[in-house]
Structures are given as C-alpha cells and as structure tokens.
C-alpha cells in the first residue's frame, strides 16, 4: 500500500544537494525530485528538515541516505584487526570491513554530528566515497590494477585496486593540503607556462620576413592618390548624426559594457577552474608518490587512471596528468546523490 522513499543528501562546503525517488512495489520509480540548499546566510536546518518532512509522512518506509564528508576518513588494505594500527589510528575512529580483504574508516566523533544533521528524522545509511568509487567502477576494480579517482569539489577520493583488492587509499580535503602561497605559486607558474607557449606559438622572427622594393615603392602609392574621386558632399554624415537615437547608443553602449563584463568573468572563472585542475593533479602525482614509496603497501607499476568526475573537470586535467605522469587517463562523469541511491537501493533489494 505504500512507496518506499530514498532520500539521498550530499553536503558540500557551499551548498547541501538533495535527490529522492519514491519507488513503487514493482521496485519501479514512480515520482523523483532533486532541491539545493545554498548555505548562505539565510540557510538554516529548519528549511531542509521542512523540504525533507513531507516525504516521510506519506509513507512509514523511508530511509534516508548520506555520503560521508568527514575530513578524518580513509581506507587501509586489510580487515586483520592487528594489522589495522600500522595503517590508520583508529581509536576515534568507526570502521567497517568490505569484501572481508579491506577496510574503509571514519571519524566517530563526526559520524554522529552527520547522524545529528535531520534531527529527529535521522539517517539511515551512510556510504564511504571509497565504496561508492569501487562500485561506480566495479567493472574496472576487479581487473588489473590501476588507480581510482573520485573528484568532488573539494575532496579527492584516492584508491588503488587489484582484482577487486584494495591496495592503498587516502582521502584528501583540497582545501588544506595546499597552502595559499603555495597555490598562488603554483597557478603563477602554470600561467607563465602558458603564456611562453602562446608567445612560441604567435612570435614572428623578422629576420625571416623579406621584402622586395616594389613593395615598398611608395611614390608610386601617392600618384594614385590623384585618381581618386573628390568628396562632393558631406551632408549625409550630418543627416545620419542628426537620425542616431542617443537611448539606442545608451543601450548599445549597456550591452557592449555587459558583455565585456561577462568575457572577463568567464576568464577568471576558467582561470580558477585550471589552478583547481593543476592542484588535483599535483596532489594525485604527490599520493602516488606515497604509494609507490611507502613499504607498507602491495606496490606495482600503475598504468591506468580511471577518474569519477563530479566537477566537471577542464581538458588542462588530462593533459596535466598524461605529460608529467604518463598514465592513460579515462574520465567518467558521476553524480554522487543518484550513486548513494544505486546503493541504498541494493541494499534494500529494491533493484
């Protein structure tokens, strides 16, 4: 007699997203709906739990989905309860085993302020980025290994996998791995960078340019001069100043101004989206790194990178990745709100 309704929320530094189905008992979608939140200064709880509330008062069978944004989370390469600690503190920490080869944690402490986010509505399910990365490349992860990417906004989900064997994981806040100097540096260099190929690409060597005389035969240019037909009558320029409507040159002038305004916004904008792309892949290069030198973990030769993009990332990303670090990369848009219900769904049986 009643749907089943999956509320599905991924909280971002800025804004907090909101999908939900409400599933029929042919396990069938009979009704979606997505809202987001800005949290401004005019957010507040009380919006989301009132958007939230009537979905679970028209059924008793509602759960409600989140994916964890926790900063202190990550996966370690084993569930051997004595093995745990040489990878992860986990004293503070809730863990859970997956596939009884590999672990994925995170921080008790803010588990439950998440838990706390619906207030008495609460949360039901709560999926680790690692898990939904496995699952989002599950025909990948059980084959040779590669490296698994999960970009968000500002998060990186890092995973290493072989034959569905978690061989390293690392979750990384964006925003705090790199200092502001740092970054300012790193986005001068990429830009200098830039601007040398530009100028190699639009220079002109003089020395290659030749001219013969004839071309520069002046005189012969001023002599024409004479054949050309006097100006008889300037009389039609003062009737066209005096037809000109000066609101239609205010108005042209508005748009002319406007559109400027709007180029130099979506300069700025592509800047900004090219030093995040350059500071991902700095910090991808830096983890692998980590990986490859650190003996506690199974390492071999990466060839392949397989990247779940939430972001949109720009072409700069790729190509970043396959000139320093020669690794074939494979990009794949992802909506994480939509993933969390695959899951939530799985687990339920309603697939």
């Not at 964006?174 to 100028?199: G, H, N, V």
């Not at 989206?273 to 071999?300: G, V």
């Not at 670090?325 to 219900?341: A, D, G, H, T």
Request: glycine share 2%.
């Amino acid at each position: 007699m009643y749907d089943t309704t999956i509320i599905n929320i991924v909280v971002y530094a800025k804004s907090i997203h909101i999908y939900i189905e409400q599933i029929g008992n042919n396990k069938k979608v009979r009704h979606s709906s997505e809202k987001i939140f800005i949290l401004n200064d005019s957010y507040s709880d009380e919006l989301l739990h009132d958007y939230i509330k009537p979905f679970t008062e028209d059924t008793p069978y509602y759960y409600v989905v989140m994916l964890d944004a926790s900063l202190e989370q990550g996966a370690i390469p084993t569930c051997d309860k004595h093995k745990m600690s040489l990878y992860a503190e986990l004293s503070t920490a809730k863990y859970i085993c997956i596939d009884n080869k590999w672990a994925c944690y995170t921080s008790q402490l803010f588990l439950e302020e998440e838990m706390q986010l619906l207030g008495e509505i609460g949360c039901d399910l709560i999926y680790s980025p690692f898990v939904v990365l496995k699952n989002f490349y599950a025909d990948k992860t059980k084959g040779e290994i590669a490296l698994y990417v999960f970009v968000q906004e500002h998060s990186l989900t890092l995973a290493v996998f072989k034959e569905n064997r978690l061989l390293y994981g690392e979750y990384i806040d964006t925003r705090f791995e790199i200092s502001p100097e740092e970054e300012m540096q790193l986005t001068a260099d990429r830009l200098e960078e830039s601007k040398d190929m530009d100028s190699q690409d639009d220079s002109i060597d003089l020395d290659d340019i030749e001219l013969d005389e004839d071309d520069l035969n002046l005189d012969d240019d001023f002599d024409n001069l004479e054949s050309l037909e006097p100006i008889e009558d300037l009389g039609d320029i003062d009737s066209l100043e005096d037809e000109d409507n000066p609101e239609l040159q205010l108005d042209e002038s508005l748009d002319a101004i406007s559109e400027k305004a709007e180029e130099l916004s979506n300069e700025a904008k592509d800047i900004e989206r090219t030093s995040e792309d350059f500071k991902r892949f700095t910090l991808i290069q830096q983890s692998l790194s980590r990986f490859y030198n650190d003996e506690r973990f199974e390492s071999d030769f990466i060839e392949n990178l397989y990247v779940a993009d939430a972001v949109q990332l720009t072409g700069d990303f790729k190509r970043y990745i396959q000139d320093e670090m020669f690794l074939n990369v494979y990009i794949r848009s992802i909506e994480p709100e939509l993933e969390i219900c695959h899951l939530a769904k799985e687990e339920l049986g309603l697939i």
